[in-house]
């Protein structure tokens, strides 16, 4: 099993950043990717970003590219999200989540393992 916690959301105000942490814990050796999705009130939940450890190649969904970063410190076993320039449709609740195949990374069906969320919202 790998347990995942998130932590770094809050209240911001548009055009601001913040950075959300990823830590992952027990298993890690048996995931090869991580992605954060995020849901808002009344939508489905959607990919944001991931990452494929072995190469660091990364994916945005075309929302935040440009905007949020994805980025892996290996040694602490966290996957960091830094989000910048911040709008009100990008407040929701943020989750990361791991993967042990490389494959459908924008589907979170597809995930093996998921956090418990952070809050973020953005305040126009």
């Known amino acids: 099993q790998v347990q995942l916690v998130e932590s770094g959301g809050g209240l911001v105000q548009a055009g601001g950043s913040l950075r959300l942490s990823c830590a992952a814990s027990?298993?890690?050796?048996?995931?090869?990717?991580m992605g954060w999705f995020r849901q808002a009130p009344g939508k489905e939940r959607e990919f944001v970003s991931a990452?494929?450890?072995?190469?660091?190649?990364?994916y945005y969904a075309d929302s935040v590219k440009g905007r949020f970063t994805i980025s892996r410190d290996n040694a602490k076993n966290t996957v960091y999200l830094q989000m910048h320039s911040l709008k009100p449709e990008d407040t929701a609740v943020y989750y990361c989540?791991?993967?042990?195949?490389?494959?459908?990374?924008?589907?979170?069906?597809?995930?093996?393992?998921w956090g418990q969320g952070t809050q973020v919202t953005v305040s126009s």
């Open positions: 027990g298993r890690t050796f048996s995931t090869n990717a």
């Open positions: 989540a791991a993967k042990r195949v490389i494959n459908l990374l924008r589907i979170g069906g597809d995930y093996d393992y």
């Open positions: 990452i494929i450890f072995t190469g660091g190649s990364t």
